[in-house]
């Protein structure tokens, strides 16, 4: 049984912070904490989702007795000042985590052995102090630049990952991103569970992307330095660094550096967006009595010869965590039809952990019951008038599989009800991340990563993100690369920034996708990118659903394309998508991504029977 904790709003944000940080502290040996916070909504939906009863499953505890139990479990302290050492929370973090500590202001300490005499007594005389004013002491290590570089040098080799947290800059609406003012409220603590259970370093400094700086170079320096910094590399040297949180500085129509590969002259970063979700200590360690998705580690490689010649690629796994594996809906088995259209439309954005912990739900449920409406009025299949739901694919971060496995399996159960969903990798596979961008001697792994990733997740479809002038060489250096093993045959791309051409796609309004062939390698289908954002307004990101529709009543029949559609400029499930199906034209059927590839290389000339 474990316990949940409410955090109201009207509690102090150092408070709150210190509460984070507890039960990230508890929950390393297993899932005891669960934390009810902001307005409890997204919260108190899973403990519902997933069947977990009062009484049964958990106990609730006020935040005081929190404190207690961890105080009574980890007895260290790192007292600090909220107000005063704001710019520097990250890396009192830091030092709180790397030394099992819990961040707590002096105050806040005094005051609950004042008003709960009963759980703390004489726990506090016992408690062992680290005092952060001396720590970072004015005026030497009291800027982020100097705190991230002392406490990176002293305890950088204790972490097992990197995490960007904005500790309350105002980098939204700031005029002058190299400098945004320290106004926020507070910081977003959602997150800090766990960078607290995982042991993660965490740092903010807003120029560190910015080339010729101070905190650029220190970026270099700290990934350059794989003595401290070798934890944070994935599967090992040579591997990707993950970052989690969100780099939420240097905003120029978007933020310049939130998918982290071109903020460090190595190019081994990636984003995984995390900065609202919460829980995810909890997540990452629960397991309930119910079949859960296996969580295997792809070992390694198994290269079978194929007797035409062909590689192709079989996987070694560890120890699975259950006997239920994860599993798409079969794929469409559709004969190409020159006289038809096919989409294949992409709900996008699930590369953010925070997103599909939250809203997302929200959409797929809506989806769900628009697809049961559509299945009960169809009636018996042989004399139904009301065609069958069209075909949607969602992104999905492959990172649930370590960091909210229950939740992934909630997803991939609640696609079998609808027939019709499924799921492809999110931008861009294994890590946001702009791939051409990265270095070439880490380009190969996250290739490999992804392929892995593709394989437990039961897809062959990823979104790929790029900038916008690397477009040649991701076409002629990394995209052929899935064909070596086929593990990955369908490529669907955005450009960054959206609006502005690849330049690598003829103008002719009648290319919608790129078969790339090499001898010995399977082939792979590269589609066209087309972003769908928003239903209000002008120009072609923003059309409505009937504007969409006449586009693609306009298509060339025997056309094979694809759609992304992400919310940043209002769109919705219901306002986009589902208006749009009720309103095609009858020559237009809707596909999943895997479908619209083996469309796409049927429509190239190549059979169904072609190797996929």
Same mark, same amino acid.
């Given at each position: ?7 109201p709003n009207?509690?102090?944000s150092? %408070?709150?912070l ?13 899932a ?6 902001d307005?409890?909504t997204?919260?108190?939906?899973w ?10 499953d958990?106990?609730?505890i006020?935040? =005081? ?24 929370? $990250?890396n ?6 790397t ?8 105050p806040?300490?005094?005051?609950l052995?004042?008003?709960?005499p ?6 506090f005389l016992?408690?062992?102090?680290i005092?952060?004013?001396k720590?970072?002491? $004015? ?14 040098? !002293? ?9 960007v947290?904005n500790?309350?800059?105002? #980098? ?8 945004p003012p320290?106004?926020?409220? =507070? ?10 259970s995982e ?11 910015? $080339?010729?700086? $101070? ?6 320096d700290?990934?350059?330095d794989e003595? +401290?910094? &070798?934890?944070w +590399?994935?599967p ?8 989690? &949180?969100?780099?939420?500085?240097w ?5 310049l550096? =939130?998918?982290?590969?071109m ?6 970063m990636?984003?995984?967006p ?7 200590? %909890?997540?990452?360690?629960?397991h309930?009595? +119910?079949?859960?998705v ?6 390694? @490689? ?10 192709a690629?079989?996987?070694?796994? /560890? ?22 259209t @096919? ?17 997302? /739900?929200d959409?797929f449920?809506?989806?769900v019951?628009?697809c049961?409406d559509?299945?009960s ?15 949607? #694919?969602? #992104?999905?971060?492959p ?7 229950s ?6 159960a609640r ?5 019709c969903?499924? %799921? ?6 294994h890590?946001?991340? @702009?791939?051409?961008s ?9 290739i490999?990563?992804?392929e ?6 039961? /897809? ?14 991701? =076409? ?12 990955i045959?369908?490529v669907?791309?955005?450009n960054?920034?959206?609006?502005l ?6 103008r ?7 078969v790339?062939?090499?001898e010995?390698?399977h ?7 087309r ?11 923003? !059309?409505?659903?009937?504007?969409m529709?006449?586009?693609?009543a ?17 769109l ?13 034209p009858?020559?237009? +059927? ?6 619209? #590839?083996q ?9 169904n029977?072609t190797r996929l």
């Amino acid at each position: 049984m474990f316990k949940v904790v409410t955090i109201p709003n009207s509690l102090p944000s150092p %408070f709150k912070l210190s509460l984070r940080a507890c039960a990230g502290l508890l929950n390393r040996s297993g899932a005891k904490i669960y934390v009810i916070g902001d307005d409890g909504t997204k919260d108190k939906k899973w403990l519902s989702e997933l069947n977990l009863e009062p009484c049964k499953d958990y106990e609730t505890i006020i935040p =005081e007795e929190l404190i207690a139990l961890c105080l009574n479990e980890f007895p260290t302290v790192v007292l600090y000042s909220y107000r005063k050492q704001k710019s520097l929370l $990250p890396n009192i973090i830091t030092l709180a985590a790397t030394h099992n500590a819990v961040p707590i202001e002096a105050p806040h300490l005094s005051r609950l052995s004042d008003t709960h005499p009963h759980l703390f007594r004489d726990r506090f005389l016992l408690l062992k102090k680290i005092y952060a004013q001396k720590v970072f002491r $004015p005026p030497t290590l009291s800027t982020p630049l100097a705190a991230t570089r002392y406490i990176f040098q !002293k305890y950088a080799d204790l972490t097992h990952g990197l995490a960007v947290l904005n500790p309350g800059y105002d #980098t939204w609406n700031s005029v002058t991103p190299w400098n945004p003012p320290l106004t926020k409220k =507070e910081m977003n603590a959602s997150f800090v569970d766990y960078v607290f259970s995982e042991t993660l370093f965490v740092m903010y400094l807003v120029n560190c992307g910015i $080339p010729y700086t $101070p905190s650029h170079r220190l970026l270099n320096d700290m990934l350059n330095d794989e003595t +401290r910094s &070798g934890m944070w +590399r994935h599967p090992g040297p040579g591997g990707t660094v993950r970052v989690y &949180g969100y780099a939420d500085y240097w905003l120029v129509g978007g933020f310049l550096f =939130e998918a982290e590969t071109m903020a460090s002259s190595s190019r081994c970063m990636g984003s995984v967006p995390t900065l609202d979700a919460s829980n995810l200590s %909890f997540f990452s360690r629960f397991h309930d009595d +119910r079949p859960t998705v296996v969580a295997a580690a792809v070992d390694s @490689y198994v290269i079978v010869e194929k007797k035409d010649g062909l590689a192709a690629a079989a996987v070694k796994t /560890t120890a699975v965590a259950s006997s239920c594996q994860l599993l798409q809906n079969p794929t469409e088995r559709i004969a190409y039809d020159p006289q038809m259209t @096919y989409v294949a439309f992409v709900v996008g954005d699930g590369d953010n952990i925070s997103c599909l912990t939250d809203y997302r /739900t929200d959409w797929f449920e809506q989806r769900v019951a628009y697809c049961h409406d559509k299945q009960s009025k169809m009636g018996d299949a042989s004399t139904a008038t009301t065609p069958p739901p069209a075909a949607l #694919t969602w #992104t999905i971060s492959p990172h649930l599989i370590e960091m909210a496995p229950s939740i992934l399996q909630w997803y991939y159960a609640r696609s079998q009800e609808t027939k019709c969903d499924y %799921f492809l990798l999110p931008p861009s596979g294994h890590l946001y991340a @702009y791939p051409s961008s990265l270095d070439v001697t880490v380009r190969g792994q996250f290739i490999k990563q992804t392929e892995q990733d593709a394989i437990l997740l039961d /897809t062959k479809s990823t979104v790929h993100w790029d900038w916008f002038t690397s477009w040649h060489k991701a =076409e002629k250096e990394v995209i052929p690369k899935y064909g070596e093993r086929g593990v990955i045959n369908g490529v669907f791309p955005t450009n960054v920034p959206f609006f502005l051409p690849t330049g690598t796609w003829p103008r002719d309004g009648a290319t919608f996708y790129k078969v790339f062939r090499k001898e010995k390698h399977h082939p792979v289908v590269l589609f066209r990118p087309r972003a769908w954002r928003g239903v209000h307004g002008s120009g072609p990101y923003l !059309k409505s659903p009937q504007e969409m529709s006449n586009e693609i009543a306009l298509y060339p029949k025997g056309t094979v394309a694809y759609v992304y559609m992400t919310s940043d400029q209002g769109l919705t499930l219901s306002n986009s998508f589902l208006e749009l199906v009720d309103i095609l034209p009858p020559h237009v +059927r809707l596909v999943s991504t895997m479908a619209a #590839t083996q469309l796409a290389l049927c429509a190239d000339g190549l059979s169904n029977n072609t190797r996929l």
